[in-house]
């Protein structure tokens, strides 16, 4: 079957133009993640979607960032009024549960000139 | 603070020799995860290893964990210039829902 998805896989944009970033999961996973990687650095936590439940938004650095699951399955993850720190590989990931195996997209390579 | 670190930060070796990569953590967990990525996208799940194992095998990969130490280490035996890639860690802290990521090993391959 089809692995993760994300679209675009490139992105530029201006600053202070509100950009949206899709991630399409495994079907059938019932955890998906978002996480933003900066050039040569690891993996920031941004949100987290488990099921039904309410998602984890411990990780969103303002108030700027916000995502939403539909359905249970796709994932958008918008930023506002974006920056110039918000460049970055956005990263989606999914898992068949909190804790386990993720599989993940290819990534948006977000550019804000 | 960062729950899993690796160690070292980079590794470049010549083509054939073995590789070794630690990771080390601060809290008790529940497993402890192995990730490879290359050019800077997707990362590719590489092994699971939980609290209760010591030692996981998959072809030439290598995971260990002392949960005493608080540490894991990959070995990949006869390295192949594909092996060229950022090795990462995760951890998933007892009680916890979501992995907490290192910063990486980068691993260079000299052919």
């Known amino acids: 079957g089809a692995g993760v998805s994300q679209s675009p896989s490139n992105k530029v944009t201006e600053k202070g133009k509100d950009v949206e970033l899709r991630c399409d999961p495994i079907s059938g996973h019932t955890a998906l993640y978002w996480y933003r990687q900066s050039l040569g650095q690891g993996l920031e936590f941004l949100i987290y979607?488990?099921?039904?439940?309410?998602?984890?938004k411990s990780g969103l650095p303002s108030d700027r960032f916000s995502a939403e699951r539909t359905g249970g399955s796709v994932s958008t993850l918008t930023i506002q009024r974006t920056q110039q720190e918000d460049s970055a590989v956005y990263l989606c990931a999914s898992s068949t549960g909190p804790g386990l195996e993720q599989y993940f997209g290819p990534g948006t390579r977000l550019t804000v000139t | 603070s960062q729950q899993g670190e690796e160690d070292p930060q980079a590794l470049s070796i010549q083509e054939g020799e073995n590789a070794t990569m630690n990771c080390s953590y601060k809290t008790s967990i529940n497993n402890l995860q192995w990730y490879r990525q290359n050019s800077g996208r997707g990362l590719v799940h590489l092994i699971l290893?939980?609290?209760?194992?010591r030692e996981k095998h998959s072809g030439r990969l290598r995971v260990t964990l002392d949960t005493s130490k608080k540490s894991s280490s990959l070995l990949i035996t006869a390295s192949r210039a594909a092996d060229t890639a950022s090795y990462f860690c995760a951890t998933l802290a007892q009680g916890a829902q979501k992995l907490v990521f290192g910063q990486g090993t980068r691993l260079t391959i000299n052919p």
């Open positions: 979607f488990q099921g039904n439940s309410a998602p984890d």
């Open positions: 290893i939980r609290s209760n194992e």
